[in-house]
C-alpha cells in the first residue's frame, strides 16, 4: 500500500529557506552556514564533512566565494567581519545539486528531513520562475496584437512583475531639521 506523503508538516519553514538561497555566480546557491543551522549541526561539522567526500561535490554542485563576493554578500545579508569574531574562512556555496548531494554526507533523520524541505523550495522557485516567462510572452504577445493606446497598460504591467527593489535606508545620524 503506499505510502501518504504530507508536504505541509515540515522541520523548516519554506520562507526561512527562501531567505537563506542567494544567487552567485549566475547560481540560486546557500550558503554553508545556513544550511548548518537548517540541520542543526555547527558550520565546521557541516564543512569537515563535506571535505571528508570532496569527489561528490564537483564545481557546479559547490564552490568556495571569493573575497569580492563575500564582501557583497556581507554587505547584503549582514555576515559579520572575517577575523573578527565572525569566519575565519570564505563560505562554500552550495547549488541545489549540492545540497542534494549533502545529504548523503549528513546522514541524520534531521538531515533527510530538511533536505526534502529544501529540494520542495527550489522546485517551488523554479515552478514560479517558469510562470513569469509565460505571463511575460504572453505580454508580448497582446502588445504586438495591440497599439500604443494600450503601451501605458503593459508597461504598468511589466513593472507590477519586476521584482521590488529593495530598500535602502540612510546610514548615519540624521540632524534634527531646523525650523
Do not use: C, W
Amino acid at each position: 500500500m503506499p505510502r501518504k506523503v504530507k508536504h505541509s508538516q515540515s522541520l523548516v519553514p519554506i520562507e526561512r529557506i527562501q531567505r537563506s538561497i542567494h544567487i552567485i555566480r549566475g547560481s540560486k546557491v546557500m550558503l554553508d552556514a545556513d544550511l548548518a543551522a537548517l540541520y542543526n549541526v555547527e558550520t565546521r561539522i557541516l564543512v569537515r564533512n563535506v571535505k571528508r567526500n570532496l569527489d561528490r561535490f564537483p564545481p557546479d554542485f559547490m564552490f568556495q566565494v571569493s573575497s569580492n563576493e563575500f564582501k557583497t554578500l556581507r554587505s547584503q545579508i549582514g555576515i559579520s567581519n572575517m577575523g573578527r569574531g565572525g569566519r575565519r574562512y570564505l563560505p562554500y556555496a552550495f547549488t541545489e545539486h549540492g545540497v542534494a548531494m549533502l545529504s548523503s554526507v549528513l546522514n541524520s533523520p534531521r538531515a533527510i528531513q530538511v533536505n526534502i524541505a529544501i529540494m520542495r523550495t527550489f522546485s517551488q522557485l523554479r515552478e514560479l520562475l517558469a510562470g513569469n516567462k509565460d505571463l511575460a510572452r504572453k505580454l508580448d504577445e497582446l502588445e504586438k496584437e495591440y497599439d500604443a493606446r494600450f503601451k501605458v497598460v503593459f508597461e504598468a504591467i511589466r513593472q507590477l512583475m519586476a521584482p521590488p527593489k529593495p530598500k535602502r535606508r540612510p546610514i548615519g545620524f540624521e540632524l534634527p531639521k531646523e525650523k
